[in-house]
């Protein structure tokens, strides 16, 4: 199964986008807005310690939202997941891989929308019209949002830089131009997990061992290796018949 966090300032698409890759890769789309209602709604206790802060207009802790969303993860376990700019902070990040890896899953890779913040303001500002909404009205309240994102948000790429696992997709153009690019991204690991299927897949001491259904992570190095080796889905599926 196959984790995507989708990631990017505001005003990206990140909403967009997720809900295409869900449908077309037929994986869960979540965001914490939707998970945390659904537990609320379901009147569970993470549900009601989580409304006993948004009643007092408090911040979660990130280990409560963390849990949330695993334990949704654990009662959708029949298929991958793509989560829609979660998480949002270093600490909810490490929590997270923390929990994945005890119901035996983890974040396959983040792929982040990268959009000029000229064209962000843009955006949001032209969404304000349909919208209503006084934060996406103000061109000074647009920018502060996108100051604290890249304050307080956007490091979290840092975090998954480091696992390998960050890619970055220009992210100007049309819908469908950006979902090609991103959708090329997302192959690019499907490949690597249906990978794991194959009973043998090393030559020699120097290839890419990922034998008996493994999971390891591919460095950059291996990762260029599999993708010279495999270019598509239908190279690999062809190579695991």
């Known amino acids: 199964m196959l984790n995507i966090i989708l990631f990017g300032a505001p005003g990206c698409g990140k909403g967009t986008q997720a809900a295409r890759l869900a449908e077309h890769y037929d994986l869960y789309h979540i965001s914490t807005g939707e998970v945390i209602r659904s537990e609320i709604k379901r009147g569970t206790e993470l549900g009601k310690s989580m409304e006993g802060y948004i009643s007092r207009g408090e911040l979660a802790p990130d280990s409560i939202v963390v849990e949330m969303v695993r334990d949704y993860m654990r009662s959708h376990n029949d298929k991958g997941c793509i989560f829609d700019g979660f998480p949002r902070t270093t600490a909810q990040a490490e929590i997270f891989d923390t929990l994945l890896a005890e119901i035996d899953s983890k974040v396959d890779a983040m792929i982040y929308m990268d959009v000029p913040e000229e064209e962000l303001v843009k955006r949001?500002?032209?969404r304000g019209k349909d919208s209503g909404r006084a934060d996406d009205a103000s061109e000074d309240v647009i920018r502060n949002r996108i100051e604290v994102y890249n304050a307080q948000t956007a490091v979290v790429a840092d975090?998954?830089?480091?696992q390998g696992k960050f890619e970055s997709v220009p992210s100007m153009g049309t819908i469908e131009e950006v979902a090609e690019r991103i959708g090329a991204v997302v192959e690019k690991y499907l490949r690597y997990n249906m990978s794991t299927k194959a009973s043998c897949f090393s030559t020699t001491p120097t290839d890419i061992d990922?034998?008996?259904?493994?999971?390891k992570t591919l460095s950059p190095e291996e990762k260029a290796h599999?993708?010279?080796?495999?270019?598509?889905?239908?190279?690999?599926?062809?190579?695991?018949?």
């Open 210 to 215: 990922v034998a008996n259904g493994s999971s």
């Open 124 to 126: 949001i500002l032209l």
């Open 226 to 241: 599999f993708d010279s080796m495999f270019p598509s889905l239908d190279s690999l599926m062809q190579f695991m018949n």
């Open 159 to 162: 975090f998954y830089r480091a």
